[in-house]
């Protein structure tokens, strides 16, 4: 092989340039080479090759040689550096967007949220239903939730109270299931009251309106028995109903209702009916699970605060689960102001409620009291302070419950005192003002009663009112107020923190309060002793009249077997008694007159 083959070889692809070798010039000057000789060399600014992005020359290989790239290949790693720039930016838009919102998601492959309902991508219906239930744009957890929902996804969402998420899981189920069937219930929402229940199902009849859904709240047991068994015609679609009440069902032999078709389980305030123990429905909840045995099935978790064991639960049980969550985890809405009062003793708490009813109420105000007795006693002492007060609690029965909820929607009652019972998830709009007239158990508590103010969006108030006793949770609620942009004393944001121990004590079982009277102590011990009089004199009588019925007895039967004796009786005549109590009466009249001549006789002598 020639050397010319060679150089060729090597050479291939390679272009020699004489512009980056110019001719040297000749200098014509006279150079003195007695002088010592100083080297210098030019300092040029090289071309930055390292952006591959640039379209300037090609690189310089050796002085002269240059590589040139084949544009075709160029073209299409630029292409490909295009795309992924704008999959960048377009993820930084969507972030972006979220954080405006302040909602935060966990998960893959999270479809982007939408801004308007159009982008739903619903059917026209459900849109125009939306607009009537005053929706004018989807809030924050609805903006998420419902393209995760209309996927098929598995969520666990978490927003605050007020924030539209019972609008957030119906309308997926209702674009889901489109038209009514017989198939039986194809989607099943538990929530841990009836009145919420209820709500749930007015909210999801509206937003249905013009599909013909059928929607079933179990109210009595006795009509369901027969309503959902196997030998029904199954013309239902969506069940909404309490944990207690479903599982009584399941235990019938046979089941009266099958849940073998459900593809859409949602479970809202989940915190609260993952709890255990006699207020919680975690071990209902498990044999709502098992009956719901479906291929298809889907689980979504609403609800207004946070708690690990549910996350955990999620995160074990639900395959591609997505978790969303708005603002801060268990924080109190910003729309309601928050103030925390201390009134010293149990009396001072009703001074200071009349106190508040003496400035001016803004009705209608709902007060929270941490038992069915207290709230009692309470309304026992406002129903004379000529204020429109009512009172709901488990002693109640369900339709006086209805009434007063239904009163109370319609602004016929300005005051309604209640328990835990209405914390959770009952809409009340409107409601101006929430007193927590005994101290929440716990924080989380404390969010679920704060938010029956400041419902979508509007403005509320919140005042608690605590004593000295109280202290126990005083630390974890200021630091929820501090979150939600409140002030608070810093003496309370610097207490003691409480053990585990007395946390979960408190939650369980209330602490002892006095009750609510404003009666004086001497007024009340009276009181109590009049009491202790009158029961001793109810014994005593109820004592005699039982002596009285089995004298009676006796003499009957004694004048029974005087009659069927033979023979000569000794019973005397009735009038001979009768003549006999004469005589001793008149004895003893007389005995008694001479007793008070004689006492006559000795004031005249004391006198004389």
């Not at 019925?549 to 033979?566: A, L």
Request: glycine residues 6%.
């Amino acid at each position: 092989m020639d050397a010319y083959d060679i150089f060729k070889k090597l050479t291939k692809g390679v272009r020699f340039s004489r512009e980056h070798n110019p001719k040297q010039k000749k200098d014509n000057k006279v150079t003195d080479y007695s002088a010592k000789e100083i080297k210098t060399e030019d300092v040029k600014s090289e071309k930055d090759h390292t952006n591959l992005n640039s379209n300037e020359d090609p690189i310089t290989l050796l002085s002269g040689l240059h590589r040139v790239e084949k544009k075709g290949k160029k073209r299409k790693h630029d292409a490909e550096q295009n795309e992924v720039k704008k999959r960048l930016l377009e993820k930084e838009k969507i972030n972006h967007f979220r954080n405006i919102n302040n909602i935060s998601v966990v998960g893959r492959h999270v479809p982007e949220p939408s801004k308007t309902f159009e982008e739903f991508q619903v059917d026209p219906d459900i849109i125009e239903n939306l607009h009537k239930c005053n929706f004018e744009e989807p809030t924050a957890i609805q903006k998420q939730a419902v393209p995760l929902m209309l996927q098929g996804r598995q969520i666990l969402a978490c927003a605050p109270t007020g924030s539209g998420k019972t609008a957030a899981f119906l309308v997926p189920i209702i674009m889901h299931l489109k038209r009514p069937d017989r198939k039986g219930f194809r989607a099943l929402i538990l929530c841990p009251t009836r009145e919420l229940a209820q709500q749930t199902q007015r909210e999801c009849i509206r937003l249905s309106e013009g599909r013909g859904l059928r929607i079933h709240v179990i109210s009595k047991i006795k009509r369901a028995l027969t309503q959902y068994g196997s030998s029904s015609s199954q013309k239902f679609d969506i069940l909404i109903t309490t944990p207690n009440r479903l599982c009584y069902l399941l235990k019938q032999d046979p089941p009266a209702i099958s849940l073998k078709n459900v593809e859409w389980l949602v479970i809202d305030e989940a915190d609260k009916l993952f709890e255990t123990g006699n207020r919680g429905f975690r071990e209902q909840l498990d044999e709502i699970l098992k009956a719901c045995d479906g291929n298809d099935r889907k689980i979504a978790m609403f609800s207004a605060t946070y708690t690990p064991v549910v996350a955990k639960w999620c995160v074990h049980n639900m395959k591609g689960l997505v978790r969303v969550t708005v603002g801060q985890r268990n924080a109190a809405t910003d729309t309601v102001e928050q103030e925390l009062l201390f009134v010293g003793n149990e009396q001072g708490k009703l001074l200071a409620f009349r106190d508040l009813v003496r400035k001016g109420l803004s009705p209608p105000v709902l007060v929270f009291v941490q038992s069915k007795e207290r709230a009692q006693q309470l309304f026992n002492e406002l129903i004379y302070d000529g204020i429109n007060v009512d009172a709901i609690h488990a002693d109640r029965t369900q339709l006086q419950r209805d009434n007063t909820v239904k009163a109370f929607r319609e602004g016929r009652i300005w005051v309604l005192i209640c328990t835990e019972l209405m914390a959770r998830g009952v809409d009340f709009k409107g409601v101006n003002l929430v007193i927590n007239y005994d101290f929440p158990p716990s924080a989380i508590s404390y969010v679920h009663r704060v938010g029956r103010a400041g419902r979508a969006g509007r403005k509320g108030k919140a005042i608690t009112f605590f004593t000295i006793e109280d202290t126990v949770n005083l630390r974890s609620i200021a630091h929820v107020l501090k979150e939600s942009g409140c002030e608070v004393p810093p003496y309370m944001l610097t207490l003691k923190k409480k053990s585990k121990k007395e946390r979960k004590q408190l939650e369980k079982s209330a602490p002892k309060r006095d009750d609510i009277i404003t009666k004086p102590i001497y007024e009340r011990v009276k009181g109590g002793k009049r009491k202790k009089f009158m029961e001793i004199l109810k014994r005593e009588k109820q004592k005699t009249k039982n002596g009285v019925i089995e004298k009676m007895k006796k003499k009957k039967q004694v004048s029974v077997k005087g009659n069927d004796s033979v023979g000569p009786t000794n019973t005397k005549k009735s009038s001979d008694i009768k003549k006999k109590r004469k005589s001793d009466g008149k004895v003893k009249n007389n005995k008694v007159i001479s007793s008070k001549k004689k006492l006559k006789k000795v004031k005249e002598k004391n006198k004389l």
